[in-house]
Each structure stands twice: as C-alpha cells, then as structure tokens.
T-cell receptor, first 111, second 113 residues
Framework: DAKTTQPPSMDCAEGRAANLPCNHS???????VYWYRQIHSQGPQYIIH???NNETNEMASLIITEDRKSSTLILPHATLRDTAVYYC????????????FGAGTILRVKS | ETGVTQTPRHLVMGMTNKKSLKCEQH?????MYWYKQSAKKPLELMFV???????ENNSVPSRFSPECPNSSHLFLHLHTLQPEDSALYLC????????????FGEGSRLTVL
C-alpha cells in the first residue's frame, strides 16, 4: 500500500470549510484513497473514498488531483463536533480489510 | 450508533485473570475485525474473520484468542496479559472483507495491572 503523508494538526474556524490535505505520491493505479476520522475516545468513522474522480457524500467531498499524487478532504461547514483525528489511507480495494492507519491530522474546529 | 456494539466499555484486570471482550454487529455484515489502539500509537489490525473463518492473524501473541461463533458475534479472550497490553480494543465489521468501508464500535478500554 502507498504511504500517505498528512500534516500533524490543523485549525479551522467554526462554519468555515476545513480542507485536509493528504500526499500519496507513490500511489499505484488501482489503489483507492479512504478517509476516516476518530473523535476522542470513540472508534474510527468511515467518511468517504475514491479512486480517480472527485466524490461527495453527506459528510464531505474528496478531491483527488489528476495525477493522483495527492487529495484533499473538504468538510464544507465545519462544526465543533468535527474536531477529530482524520486519517487518509491508500489501499488496494481487494485488500481493504488491511487498512493501515497512520498518525492522521488532528483537526481542531474553534468557535 | 454504528450498529457495532462492544462490551464491556471499560475493563480492569490483573495479569493472572481471564476475561473476554464481546462484539456484536446488527448490520448483516460478513466480516469482523479486532484492532488495538495503544496510547500515542496508530491503530493496529489484530484479527480478521470472514464468514466466521479467521483469515488474518497479524502476529498477535497467543495470550489473545479470538472466537467468532457466528457472523454477528466476535469475542476476544484474554489471559495472562501484560501491562503493555493496556489499550483501546476496537471491533469493526464490513459487508465483505474486500472493502475498505468498515464500521467500528466504540471500543473496550482495557487496563492491565
């Protein structure tokens, strides 16, 4: 699985968009990008995943660059409840059960 | 509420005790997982079950013994643990094991004295 690099922490004002970057420069053609988040003392929560095209669901949008070497998770209107550790994971779809979680990005949403 | 329930939420045990962690999923999924999250460390995959068959054992010491009696229930039997085994133990499930969309429980916080 490709290694991913994320900033250790970010701050965001409540109500503003939170843009969380992830670098995966060694990603191969059939590796997916998954995003999870973990709110303090809870289990991780799946957010979104994608391969090539941008994806959107009720929680977030995922923007993947054309060369697929990086991606950005966008929370359009961050709230205090979005404060969490966000994990970006690159993995082969058929090995999705072997998700490797890194250190992630601590997102602090401030009022 | 993720549809994955773990009990107990907190457990304190001595090194000579035997205890079990329980996980139950109400999602009709076919795969279940145990992960370990130690303080200041990333999540580590321990075991994967698919259709009640163990398909992954990530070099976990034998003092951790998983059991999957049916596709809805998963246990982690603990015996002769060490203080360094203190961690948050997370159970997850997924539709099948060839997907990265996992549903996690809230975890069982284990302290070994």
């Amino acid at each position: 699985d490709a290694k991913t690099t994320q900033p250790p922490s970010m701050d965001c004002a409540e109500g503003r968009a939170a843009n969380l970057p992830c670098n995966h420069s060694t990603i191969s053609g059939n590796e997916y990008v998954y995003w999870y988040r973990q709110i303090h003392s809870q289990g991780p929560q799946y957010i979104i995943h994608g391969l090539k095209n941008n994806e959107t669901n009720e929680m977030a949008s995922l923007i993947i660059t054309e060369d697929r070497k990086s991606s950005t998770l966008i929370l359009p209107h961050a709230t205090l409840r979005d404060t969490a550790v966000y994990y970006c994971i690159a993995t082969f779809y058929e090995e999705g059960n072997k998700l490797v979680f890194g250190a992630g990005t601590i997102l602090r949403v401030k009022s | 509420e993720t549809g994955v329930t773990q009990t107990p939420r907190h457990l304190v045990m001595g090194m000579t005790n035997k205890k079990s962690l329980k996980c139950e999923q109400h999602l009709g999924h076919n795969a279940m997982y145990w992960y370990k999250q130690s303080a200041k460390k990333p999540l580590e995959l321990m075991f994967v079950y698919s259709l009640e068959e163990r398909v992954e054992n990530n070099s976990v010491p034998s003092r951790f013994s998983p059991e999957c009696p049916n596709s809805s229930h998963l246990f982690l039997h603990l015996h002769t643990l060490q203080p360094e085994d203190s961690a948050l133990y997370l159970c997850a499930s997924s539709q099948t094991r060839v997907t990265g969309e996992l549903f996690f429980g809230e975890g069982s916080r284990l302290t070994v004295l």
